[in-house]
């Protein structure tokens, strides 16, 4: 798709009936926020340049980075909404490396299920309007939960963050867990790294992974810094030592199997903890308060559904992720989530909540083809 497609209009009507003004945001931007917060996979297919100055830029790979980039550039006031429609730039499967997005972020909003809950609406009523005779899926993750999972379990804070790194992707969690649940077969690290990582000697073994770099010929600019590489060898080295009880990782991936319709699945969640015989606190009766807050916005209560192993490979999100399928092809179409520490990362000086979403304008387009 080249040009924005005939139903653009109907988006924006929209916007305005939900109050989120369109706001503008510049093609070209900072690379080190999508490089450090926006995850593996979109890493690898952003569009890197540099400008005069040798700073390092790219072509707007998405449109959440940025909106909260700008928003604390303005230094404007919270609660507030912004909605966006344009091009954003990156590699993808099918071949195509320009394509259309709209969305809107929710920025500032206290009541957290509130927010969450209008967010999927939100996202429901766009495409509701622009496939009127399409079934839509929703399906639902939380972060947070699966976070409260493995702290109440007892995983080592090591573990703890190589699982929530890996929430998202079915493929690196299903490797995590292969490696947490047999620690025999977690490889040996070779001498003279070795005797760096037993004494947990960072800072030596960043200036021999820096040797290493030098002699190869390899740039400390061109991927993960030496400090960054030792960082990660020691903490490997700490999670190869974790022997994991029987009864909780049988737990975890208890867990991992629920799925249930949404207003069932606080109950499903409920029993789960009660079985493990843990608490699930704050994160619990968030969740419980989220989908009362969905079902009051009439949603088919058929299509919602809550999978607690789904998760979306963006580093920034901290609870609720989301999807919204539909049509012949049951592809995602929108895709969203909270992230409730990515503006204080981005140097906003007081925390602000966020959630929000995409939708992808030329999947749409696809399906009224298709119809």
């Not at 109907?10 to 690379?31: H, K, M, N, S, Y």
């Not at 400390?220 to 080295?237: D, M, N, S």
């Not at 920034?316 to 399928?325: A, M, P, Q």
């Amino acid at each position: 798709m080249t040009a924005l497609p005939a139903f653009a209009a109907d988006i924006l009507a929209l916007f305005e009936e939900r109050g989120a003004p369109l706001t503008e945001i510049a093609v070209l931007q900072p690379a080190d926020p999508f490089l450090d917060m926006a995850g593996e996979d979109l890493r690898r297919r952003i569009f890197l340049t540099e400008s005069e100055t040798g700073a390092a830029l790219c072509l707007r790979p998405e449109f959440t980075i940025p909106v909260c980039i700008d928003h604390i550039a303005s230094q404007a006031g919270t609660p507030r909404r912004y909605a966006y429609l344009g091009e954003v730039f990156r590699q993808r499967r099918d071949g195509e490396a320009e394509f259309f997005q709209a969305g809107i972020e929710d920025l500032g909003e206290t009541d957290i299920a509130r927010a969450d809950a209008r967010s999927i609406a939100d996202a429901h009523a766009l495409l509701t309007r622009t496939l009127p005779h399409a079934t839509l899926t929703v399906t639902l993750g939380d972060q947070r939960v699966f976070e409260a999972v493995l702290a109440a379990l007892g995983l080592p804070r090591g573990w703890q963050k190589r699982l929530a790194r890996a929430f998202g992707s079915s493929e690196q969690l299903a490797a995590a867990l292969d490696d947490l649940a047999n620690p025999a077969q977690r490889g040996a690290v070779a001498e003279p790294v070795a005797a760096f990582v037993a004494d947990g000697d960072h800072d030596g073994l960043a200036r021999h992974v820096s040797g290493l770099m030098e002699r190869s010929g390899l740039s400390a600019t061109a991927g993960r810094t030496p400090q960054e590489i030792a960082r990660r060898l020691i903490e490997k080295a700490e999670l190869r030592s974790v022997r994991l009880s029987r009864d909780a990782f049988d737990a975890l991936k208890r867990f991992l199997s629920i799925r249930a319709p949404l207003q069932h699945s606080t109950e499903a969640l409920r029993g789960f903890a009660s079985e493990a015989g843990i608490s699930l606190g704050a994160a619990l009766d968030l969740f419980a308060a989220r989908a009362e807050a969905i079902a009051s916005h009439d949603l088919p209560a058929e299509t919602v559904a809550y999978d607690a192993a789904f998760g979306r490979p963006l580093d920034y999100y901290t609870g609720l992720v989301f999807e919204i399928s539909g049509g012949s092809s049951q592809r995602p179409l929108v895709g969203g989530g909270r992230y409730d520490r990515l503006l204080t990362l981005l140097g906003a000086k007081d925390p602000i909540p966020g959630v929000g979403f995409s939708v992808w304008l030329d999947r749409i387009e696809a399906e009224r083809a298709s119809a």
